[in-house]
């Protein structure tokens, strides 16, 4: 008998998450908050945000209620009273010299992620969510021999949500169900769009190894510059096999920050890392500590929205539908919003065929179009209307597949594109009896042929009837009627 070799090291991953936050104004400034990727460079920047001698920094209130709502989303502990504090750095990206964070006492601990893995149900702990700023965009150049960098201000002082897992996650594939999972919850809660390519989002997974069965952690590594969830999940399983190759030729694993290659697979050195000493963390002088009414921290509880998860268990229970389904419809808090419409307004048809023509039809047409959901034409109340027209036979199911086409283009309704264009599915058992004689008299070699043993030529005379009704037949009418005549003549 073979023996079945056991996993040797398994991996540790922890992550911390930068998140900005779309309020409209910066964290401690009234600067409007613009997409740094397009905006002209420093066109956002007032004393505050450039670090101004004598400037004084002013919360900004939505920014603290939008990551009191992550918090809370992630069923943390809110902290009655949190401390900002300044991170001391010297490096042109923040003006000041520091960056106001937050440390020693955070907005919140203590929560806990669920989300989904092909191997089932994972958690993951948070260990804590704060607050702070910002920094700006450095872009470094060489030209003509000449080396120079760049500063943009307009994203320094843009409100950012730090959350840090604990080390709970065990693969490259439960970080990126974790992540994702995150990035649904910051969807749902319209706090953060989730784009990783633009850097509103970023996701930085520290990974160590262990031999199976030790308790203490491992020396970790730190990964930035990821930039998609393809990134993620590849720069995470490389760095555990580079970990876990050093372990087994007897070298250590250096505690460093390591950039992504994403063209070369691998991942790269970029510094070794800096201890929190290094930073000289101090409660800010120009910032009180953080007082939150406890009654608006309920208020708050108590309007948070149903999120992906508790979705995903509702619809499978209340809809019957398949957790790949419920799955697949959670995801986006507008598609799953869209769904429940068009459900509750499609009285007597299966939540199931509502799904499928969802994700099916509807998401061929969005994708086509490069649309969201919110702005589709198609209202779920017009899709419900759809398919009930689908379900009494007026038209039959390849006719409303292109009346939905047509919906989601020009905005209008089933029911005026089914009218303008005839488009009414044809049932009547005796015009469909006389059009059926009608093609069986004007083809006698066909009949023959068939009379004969040539079955799949009734096949034939089935596509003749459809095509002589624009395909308005109903295919089943047509499929009965067709039957019986042809009956009879083998009877004669
Ligand atoms: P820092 O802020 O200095 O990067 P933290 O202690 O706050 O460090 O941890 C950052 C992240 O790294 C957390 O998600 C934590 O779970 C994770 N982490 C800490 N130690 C390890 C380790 N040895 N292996 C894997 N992940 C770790
Ligand atoms: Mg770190
Ligand atoms: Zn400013």
Redesign the pocket.
């Known amino acids: 008998m073979v023996e079945k070799r056991v996993r040797e090291y398994e991996a540790?991953?922890?992550?911390?998450v930068h998140a900005e936050l779309q309020t409209n104004s910066k964290m401690f400034c009234a600067c409007r908050v613009v997409d740094s990727t397009t905006a002209a460079p420093n066109t956002a920047v007032c004393p505050v945000c450039a670090g101004m001698p004598g400037m004084l920094p002013v919360v900004n209130q939505r920014a603290v209620e939008y990551g009191v709502r992550v918090a809370l989303a992630l069923g943390c502990q809110v902290n009655p009273t949190s401390i900002f504090a300044r991170k001391n750095y010297f490096y042109p990206d923040l003006p000041k010299g520091y960056q106001i964070s937050q440390y020693e006492q955070p907005l919140a601990q203590h929560g806990r992620l669920t989300f989904l893995t092909s191997q089932g149900e994972r958690q993951a702990r948070i260990?804590r969510v704060h607050l702070e700023e910002d920094t700006g965009k450095l872009t470094h150049v060489t030209r003509e021999g000449e080396s120079y960098t760049l500063v943009d201000l307009n994203r320094a002082g843009v409100p950012l949500l730090e959350i840090?897992?604990?080390?709970d996650l065990r693969s490259a594939e439960e970080v990126r169900a974790c992540a994702a999972a995150l990035r649904s919850i910051l969807r749902y809660l319209g706090v953060n769009s989730g784009d990783l390519e633009k850097g509103v989002l970023r996701i930085e997974p520290?990974?160590?190894v262990r031999p199976v069965g030790v308790q203490q952690?491992?020396?970790?590594t730190?990964i930035k510059n990821l930039n998609s969830f393809r990134a993620l999940e590849r720069a995470v399983a490389y760095e555990i096999q580079r970990q876990i190759g050093r372990l087994e030729q007897g070298q250590p694993v250096v505690q460093e920050t390591v950039g992504w290659d994403d063209l070369r697979g691998v991942t790269f050195t970029q510094r070794v890392k800096e201890t929190?000493d290094d930073y000289r963390y101090f409660p800010e002088p120009d910032l009180p500590p953080l007082a939150l009414d406890p009654e608006w921290i309920e208020a708050l509880r108590a309007s948070l929205p149903e999120l992906a998860y508790a979705r995903f268990r509702r619809f499978q229970e209340q809809y019957g539908l398949s957790a790949y389904d419920a799955e697949v419809l959670v995801a986006e808090r507008g598609v799953a919003d869209y769904f429940e419409q068009a459900v509750a307004a499609a009285a007597g048809i299966s939540p199931k065929i509502v799904a499928n023509w969802i994700s099916g039809e509807l998401f061929a047409l969005l994708n086509q179009a490069g649309q969201a959901i919110e702005a589709c034409r198609v209202t779920p109340h017009a899709l419900a209307d759809l398919l009930q027209r689908i379900a009494n036979n007026e038209i039959n199911q390849n006719t409303g597949k292109a009346v939905l086409a047509e919906m989601f283009a020009s905005g209008e309704s089933a029911g005026e594109i089914v009218e303008k264009r005839s488009l009414r599915q044809v049932s009547d058992a005796a015009l469909i009896a006389r059009l059926v004689e009608q093609i069986l008299a004007e083809n006698p070699e066909q009949v023959t042929a068939y009379l004969k043993g040539k079955e799949t030529v009734a096949q034939w005379f089935f596509g003749q009837v459809m095509r002589l009704t624009r395909g308005q037949a109903n295919p089943q009418v047509v499929r009965e009627v067709l039957e019986q005549q042809l009956t009879t003549l083998k009877k004669q």
Do not use: A, K, M, Y
């Open positions: 540790v991953i922890g992550l911390e260990r840090v897992t604990e080390p520290n990974i160590s952690l491992g020396t970790r730190e929190e």
